[in-house]
């Protein structure tokens, strides 16, 4: 309910948490086997790694880490303010805060992003939607949706165009070029087929990659998006053939206003977004059991906004013609690291960026944590969804029991804390009155 990206069956990826899960069986210890030996594997690890890389390099995706970790401290604040004796998760977001007003907008932000195997794009239209806070005046976005036929069933759909369809069509054309993959035209392929009919004579691949991560630097990305197409039909042939040339083209004559202000250009918006999610992320960890954990958040944002700011196009630059990943591509590896993944025996692995190799975090999987909480202040499910991790990482001393399968909260009061009970008792919630 709470993040964005697709949970296919290859793999996904926790927008905000820094987390991401391959369903394979293979050990993912050692990258540079899995590479040599399992191409496809490796291939859904750099469509999810691209995800991680949007995370952290575009407006959007600053934006929805913010997003995620204000709900998580809501989220217990909730818990924490609630005077009732005995709390009956799970628990709903309210107006307080405007937090529900917050939440519906990003899902509109987001867009669908539901799998539809084989669609016909038919049509484009919006319609402005009133988000009424519980405080300060009505928000009145557009919502951006593509009708579509489902070739399998002819039945006639409207998706909601957003986030995850410009993402998703980067990621996806970027691992086709390193490995060829099928997937469903909903979400990831909807970019190519919007193009096609509306801009026919617009092919250039490198093109389309950039107009979607370009849009990406904005709040409303399906916005900016047909904004473009609208633009680009204007125009007909006369725009930059040249990636970045085309990159700044894109932005002229937009708008950057928005809830945070009016902005000059686009690295103005890009730069407050990433100081907002840089307090966000202090914010939630600034214990100073975290201290290792918040560093390491902070080299990742840092070096991410270097890689946009210093080459905006640089997604282009991530695979070759012949389908090898690139220095560039290593460059970046060794700057960003890998966030916390798992595989789906929840065998757990990190690369930490090549500075910190001397002192990586101690609990790399924070985040995931984080995300687990909101789960299970927010979700129906009282199993606690890192069980198979904590067997896995705690071989020598099995922490797991019966509270992790009924009510996680309560691990809080063992003598022993495993991630989730460390990281509740450190944000001060009681297990005492949470009940399912």
């Known amino acids: 309910m709470f993040t964005d990206e697709n949970a296919q069956a290859a793999g996904s990826y926790l927008l905000g948490f820094m987390c991401m899960t391959i369903n394979t069986d293979e050990s993912l210890n050692d990258l540079n086997i899995v590479l040599r030996d399992n191409k496809r594997v490796m291939s859904t690890f750099l469509h999810e790694y691209i995800h991680y890389l949007q995370n952290f390099t575009s407006t959007s995706g600053l934006y929805s880490s913010g997003h995620y970790t204000q709900l998580v401290k809501y989220a217990v604040d909730q818990v924490k303010n609630n005077v009732a004796t005995s709390i009956q998760l799970p628990l709903k977001v309210d107006h307080n805060h405007n937090r529900l007003a917050i939440h519906k907008l990003n899902v509109i932000y987001r867009g669908d992003s539901q799998p ?51 993402k998703e069509f980067v990621a996806h054309t970027i691992q086709n070029k390193f490995l060829e993959i099928e ?32 849009c990406l630097m904005h709040y409303h990305p399906g916005e900016l998006f047909f904004g473009i197409i609208d633009k680009l039909q204007q125009v007909g042939d006369m725009y930059p053939k040249d990636p970045k040339e085309f990159y700044d083209f894109l932005f002229e004559g937009v708008s950057l206003s928005g809830l945070m202000g009016d902005f000059d250009n686009v690295n103005d918006l890009f730069s407050e977004t990433f100081d907002s999610a840089e307090k966000d992320y202090d914010n939630l960890f600034g214990s100073y059991i975290f201290e290792k954990e918040l560093k390491w958040i902070k080299h990742i944002l840092t070096e991410a906004r270097k890689i946009r ?32 993944f798992l595989n789906i025996k929840k065998e757990a692995g990190l690369v930490p960026p090549t500075d910190m190799l001397q002192d990586p975090p101690d609990q790399p999987y924070l985040l995931y944590t984080a995300s687990i909480v909101l789960e299970q202040i927010y979700g129906d499910s009282g199993r606690c969804s890192m069980y198979e991790f904590c067997k896995k990482s705690n071989e020598s001393k099995d922490l797991t029991d019966d509270n992790c399968q009924k009510n996680p909260f309560l691990k809080m009061n063992d003598s022993e804390l495993c ?18």
């Open 116 to 166: 539809i195997r084989r669609v016909i794009y038919n049509d484009k239209y919006s319609f402005q939607e009133t988000i009424t806070p519980k405080v300060g005046e009505p928000i009145r976005p557009f919502r951006y949706v593509v009708n579509l036929t489902c070739v399998d069933t002819r039945k006639q759909i409207n998706y909601n165009f957003g986030i995850t369809a410009l």
């Open 419 to 436: 991630p989730f009970g460390q990281l509740t008792k450190t944000w001060g919630l009681s297990a005492l009155n949470l009940q399912r």
């Open 183 to 214: 997937h469903p035209d909903a979400p990831y392929l909807l970019v190519d087929l919007i193009i096609n009919k509306e801009l026919p004579n617009f092919t250039d691949e490198k093109l389309k990659i950039v107009l979607c991560d370009a």
């Open 309 to 340: 700011l210093e080459n905006p196009t640089f997604l282009l630059d991530l695979v070759d013609g012949d389908g090898n990943l690139t220095w560039e591509f290593k460059r970046i590896f060794e700057n960003m690291g890998t966030p916390f």
